[in-house]
């Protein structure tokens, strides 16, 4: 992906991941590794993989779900 630090100015793209998490209570519940350059697509995917890991119950208990502006921005 691009990074916003070019130190040789050349555009070259290096290897970068973006990483999302979901907590409870400050305790890591779930993670998602993808090689999208910004968070716009990656939401919908990280609930997906939370949603297979512990079931169509975990959406029944979701009350809040806080994201920053970015992932708003599409």
Do not use: A
């Amino acid at each position: 992906m691009c990074m916003k630090e070019d130190h040789m100015k050349n555009g070259q793209l290096k290897p970068g991941y973006n990483i999302q998490i979901s907590t409870e209570n400050q305790i890591i519940v779930n993670y998602s590794i993808r090689q999208n350059p910004t968070d716009t697509k990656t939401l919908k995917p990280h609930l997906e993989n939370l949603k297979e890991t512990y079931g169509e119950e975990i959406f029944k208990k979701l009350e809040i779900i806080t994201v920053d502006t970015v992932y708003g921005s599409e």
